[in-house]
């Protein structure tokens, strides 16, 4: 017989979904925020970018081939995700080998030692940020001047998380429009709240993500910001000063759009989504409000990841045919 | 416009290969091989021996029991074995083979083209006469008809949908047959309504067809035909029969062992409709149907009226032949159809098409680790997590499976077509599943005697 | 100094205060239990195959300690010498069993079975054999995905990569019978386990047709009967058109491994018996087929 007979099990045809394309759409999606960023900072984002992701493919790579002794998967982009992602965490004027022990946290310790890509519980990038936040703290918040003359003096403080922390600012009194485009001091990638959205509505597009996770960290956070304000000063026009004040500080964009809906660590069902979703936000707030620390999006999330399991656990979605009794 | 509410996937549909072709009907096979077990229910009892002379449209084998399924001579011959055939899959099934001379048909089969529209038997003769021409479902379930159109006492039919979805891509049997027999098939809606006893009939067709929604509302505007023809929106698994009902009624069928009339609709395949029209107007029994050959690389795709037992072989030389190389024939569709070992496999009356993949499409794509995406999850019709059932049943821990109620599964196969990782997850589901219904089967036999 | 002090004293309190608190939880939640289960497990090898029907080695203690009539237990891994030993510690009877090895009884190796298609599914035999005749045209032969070699829990199968075919290392292999299970065609059979792991049986459990199976597969059993009618100790029946030896009655006399056409019977650990008899036989010699066949495939065996 000329032909040579084939045989498995339906389906026959497969859709056109690959984790790389997933990832490569994963990449797309962050050239906007990476292009403000660069604008603002200059070739240095460029340079840890570049060096974020080559450490991150090349742990990878050599965990792979020389320890694991197996296939090496590098291939899937997952690390160069990794590497974006933790570079976008990082000031643009940090040192190299801090972004290199960045990375070999974020892949060596954070991914690889639970198993490689899908068994980690964690957020890669945030553990290797959060690591590299308590091992270099004055590193890592200390933030360069921008190269673009025009943002100088709206630089020239600390972050406006920092400073509200600190009072010397009010939420009311920062100008807003200036946040959503990008001009704030601040990690190299969560400054440009507007290109971070766009990224978002390019995910949600080509339906790597869906709205759950976004919307359910960024609605709660607003949420808790406004009830803040209505305890803080009673109906006036911090009620939506606050909330926009929040959404658009710090890492929430970049968290809720990027960080939170990383695959791995985070729920599988939509229901599951939207609790873990909420759980980030109220974490965040709270933190903001109440911790030691002027930003708490990392923390949430990665204290969100380690409850993702016992979510997926519980919370299941409705059986088909089964009438919900009201 | 409607669909049903969770899960789904879109498929290219690939239809474009055959959907313009008419039906044609396939020359006169010299053998045919009539499988006994050939409808979902227990095999159909021979009553042929070797050579005994049969007529076309002769009962040859009776349904054994209820759940079962008279089976006809699809032409006249002489049989000349009853014996263990293989089967597509390359099985031994136990099979009757005539050998054809001539074409003499039973003579109380009306064979003219001459439309009967009038149709004055009660319900009961009307079972009666589908049952006595061995309909089943022709969708692929082959689920026995007359089975069907028996209302358990307690519930009571609402609606009947006929199913002309058609969602399996590649396939345009019903399709072609909506177009050029809309008559028949809008006559069979009005003598199952009479069956049933039921007001509402709504014909649920994809949006795909246009052409088919448009015929068939003519045809029932000008005729008078009280049927609602309702496009849906295209998606898999429309023609499910659980998610049919949920697109079209809004009701959703309560798990198993909850059936469709439980929410008081019946289902009937479009090409099964037309099959019922043959029988009770024409006492034609089930002994032909259309099947659809196709494949990206098949010279010439058809849609073809074939007898009952025609090897497969021969359709696929009808359809310029198989490509060079490595090649995939798959009995059905491809998202639920059975990969084939052996073509020399018959035409049976769950055949609605055959597609053939060649090079690469033939292959899978190769696994690699799950990343979790849940998109398994989001594509499930039947809101079940195929990530953890699959990862459950390869464990073979039952007990938890049985918890996930990997019993409701439909085996559409929307999680392994939309797994970015490319993870075979339905292999799994599958042989959970059927595992998990052995389990529950030998714990109701086991706890039957005690009451 | 005094934040040492205070710190030191702080500690210790909730170290004293947590131990209190873990010593009443302790005695509060004790399970009270027979002490020599422990001591049972511990004679049992540990491998918690599940050979024994129970789900791991404290099962099987348990039962072991709490049922007086222990003769239907049976560890078939620490066989008769770890159940003497706790028969013994528990005063009890010690059930006797033979010991077994299991056996994969397809001969169908790649020259002799040739492949009519390409499996492209998931790797596993039970996913296989639920839907098809697999990737050769018998229906009963081995599939060679591994099922068993997944479940064996001491390393005593393989898939011979060569033969397609699993194997079994006599030496390695407990008896626990968790690929005898496994396995979805039904091939492997525990048998008895002679000295030297000699063994005769026949490779093949096909209930094709006599001309079916020869088609499909060059080795396999045809129920020809030759074998049946040579055997002096009523051991070979041939039930469902295959021959099957009862490793009971069998005393590996070797008689009919030589009668077989197909080369079906398998010989182990021994050599066959000289192709011309020179001691006197019962019956005259049946026409034989080419000796050649025949060596060749007990080679292939070995």
Redesign the interface.
């Given at each position: 017989m000329a032909n040579k007979f084939i045989v498995a099990t339906a389906p026959h045809m497969h859709s056109p979904l690959s984790t790389q394309r997933l990832m490569r759409d994963v990449l797309i999606a962050l050239a906007p925020a990476l292009a403000v960023s660069a604008f603002v900072y200059g070739l240095d984002v460029l340079r840890v970018t570049a060096i974020a992701v080559a450490s991150c493919v090349l742990v990878e790579y050599l965990i792979q081939k020389f320890l694991l002794k197996g296939e090496t998967t590098v291939g899937n982009l997952s690390a160069v995700v990794t590497g974006v992602l933790l570079a976008f965490n990082l000031p643009a004027n940090i040192a190299w080998w801090i972004v290199v022990i960045g990375a070999v946290v974020a892949i060596g310790v954070a991914k690889m030692t639970f198993g490689g890509l899908g068994r980690n519980p964690f957020n890669p990038a945030l553990v290797g940020r959060v690591f590299l936040l308590i091992a270099y703290p004055a590193q890592m918040t200390s933030f360069p001047t921008p190269v673009y003359p025009g943002y100088v003096d709206a630089f020239a403080g600390a972050t406006p998380l920092a400073a509200l922390k600190a009072h010397a600012i009010e939420a009311g009194n920062v100008n807003l429009v200036n946040m959503l485009a990008g001009v704030m001091p601040g990690s190299m990638g969560e400054i440009a709240a507007l290109a971070l959205l766009a990224g978002g509505i390019y995910m949600l597009w080509r339906k790597v993500i869906t709205w759950h996770i976004p919307v359910a960290v960024l609605g709660s956070m607003a949420v808790f910001a406004f009830v803040l304000a209505f305890f803080q000063s009673g109906v006036s026009s911090l009620l939506y000063e606050l909330p926009a004040f929040h959404l658009l500080a710090g890492g929430a964009m970049l968290g809720a759009i990027f960080m939170a809906t990383d695959y791995v660590t985070s729920p599988m069902t939509a229901k599951g989504m939207v609790i873990y979703g909420i759980g980030i936000g109220v974490i965040t707030m709270i933190i903001r409000q109440w911790g030691a620390y002027p930003e708490g999006m990392s923390f949430a999330i990665l204290l969100m990841n380690a409850v993702a399991p016992l979510i997926n656990k519980y919370v299941k979605p409705k059986r088909f045919g089964v009438i919900v009794k009201k | 416009m409607k669909t049903f509410p969770i899960g789904g996937v879109h498929p290219s549909d690939n239809k474009k290969w055959s959907c313009e072709k008419s039906i044609e009907v396939l020359e006169l096979p010299d053998i045919v091989n009539i499988p006994l077990a050939q409808h979902i229910g227990a095999p159909a009892t021979a009553k042929v021996a070797k050579g005994d002379k049969v007529l076309t449209g002769e009962l040859i084998a009776e349904a054994t029991g209820f759940m079962s399924a008279n089976i006809h001579s699809p032409i006249s011959g002489t049989v000349t074995a009853v014996d263990m055939q293989l089967n597509g899959q390359g099985l031994r099934q136990m099979m009757i083979t005539i050998k054809r001379e001539g074409d003499e048909w039973m003579p109380e089969i009306d064979r003219s083209a001459e439309i009967k529209r009038q149709c004055n038997l009660s319900s009961t003769e009307i079972i009666a006469k589908i049952k006595q021409a061995g309909i089943v479902g022709m969708g692929g379930a082959t689920f026995p008809t007359h089975v069907k159109l028996s209302i358990p006492d307690g519930c009571k039919a609402e609606y009947l949908i006929i199913n002309g979805v058609e969602c399996e891509p590649y396939l345009t049997s019903d399709h072609r047959t909506m177009l050029e027999r809309g008559e028949e098939l809008l006559i069979g809606v009005e003598i199952l309504k009479k069956a049933l006893g039921v007001e509402k009939a709504i014909v649920g067709i994809e949006n795909n067809k246009p052409d088919a929604i448009q015929s068939l509302k003519k045809i029932a505007k000008e005729q008078g035909y009280d049927v609602t023809i309702e496009p849906l929106k295209v998606q898999y698994p429309q023609g499910g029969e659980k998610q049919l009902i949920a697109a079209i009624t809004g009701r959703e069928v309560p798990p198993p062992p909850g059936l469709p009339i439980h929410v008081g609709a019946v289902v009937c395949n479009a090409s099964t409709t037309v099959a019922v029209y043959e029988a009770v107007q024409k006492n034609k029994p089930l002994i032909e149907r259309v099947v659809t050959i196709t494949g990206k690389d098949m010279k010439e795709p058809r849609n073809l009226l074939t007898r009952m037992g025609t090897s497969i072989s021969k359709l696929v030389e009808m359809a310029g032949g198989l490509p060079e190389g490595d090649v995939k024939v798959v009995n059905g569709g491809p998202m639920m159809g059975r990969a084939m070992v052996n073509i020399d496999s018959p035409v049976t009356k769950g055949c609605s098409g055959v597609s053939v993949y060649s090079g690469d499409e033939a292959h899978r794509v190769e696994p690699s680790a799950c990343i979790k995406c849940a998109k398994c999850v989001e594509a499930c019709p039947m809101a079940l997590e195929p990530y953890l059932i699959s990862k459950l049943a390869k464990k073979q821990m039952w007990d938890r499976l049985e918890e996930e109620h990997i019993t409701d599964c439909i085996e559409c196969g929307c999680c392994q077509f939309t797994c970015p990782a490319g993870i075979a997850l339905l292999d799994y589901v599958r042989l959970g599943k059927q595992t998990v219904m052995g389990i529950i089967r030998a714990r109701a036999a086991a706890n039957a005697p005690k009451k | 100094m005094t934040v040492l002090l205070s710190t030191i004293l702080t500690l210790s309190l909730l170290g004293v205060f947590s131990a209190v608190i873990l010593y009443f939880v302790a005695q509060k939640f004790k399970v009270e239990e027979d002490p020599r289960i422990d001591e049972v497990e511990k004679m049992l090898p540990g491998a918690n195959c599940g050979g024994c029907g129970f789900a791991g080695c404290r099962g099987m203690a348990d039962a072991l300690v709490k049922q007086d009539d222990i003769s239907a237990l049976y560890c078939p891994v620490g066989g008769a010498e770890s159940m003497k030993s706790v028969a013994s510690y528990l005063g009890k009877v010690a059930p006797e069993k033979e010991p077994t090895v299991a056996t994969v009884r397809c001969g169908g190796v790649c020259g002799k079975r040739p492949r009519?298609?390409?499996?492209?599914?998931?790797k596993?035999c039970?996913?296989a054999a639920?839907?098809?005749?697999?990737?050769t045209?018998c229906?009963y032969g081995c599939l060679g995905y591994g099922d068993c070699v997944e479940a064996c829990a001491f390393d005593a199968i393989k898939v011979n990569p060569e033969t397609g075919i699993a194997e079994v290392d006599a030496d390695k292999c407990t008896a626990c019978g968790a690929c005898v299970k496994a396995c979805p065609k039904h091939i492997i059979e525990l048998r008895k386990k002679w000295p030297k792991n000699r063994a005769v049986y026949v490779s093949c459990v096909s209930k094709?047709k006599g001309a079916v199976t020869m088609k499909a597969c060059k080795a396999g059993c045809i129920g020809c009967g030759k074998c049946a009618k040579v055997c002096a100790f009523d051991a070979i029946k041939i039930e469902g058109g295959v021959a099957y030896i009862d490793s009971q009655k069998c005393k590996l006399c070797r008689k009919c491994v030589n009668e077989c056409p197909t080369g079906a019977i398998v010989l182990k650990g021994m050599d066959p018996l000289p192709k011309e008899p020179k001691a006197p036989v019962a019956k005259p010699a049946e026409p034989k087929a080419e000796p050649a066949v025949k060596n060749e495939s007990v080679n292939e065996q070995k």
């Open positions: - | - | 009519t298609n390409e499996y492209n599914g998931t596993s039970a996913i639920s839907f098809y005749v697999g990737e045209a229906a094709d």
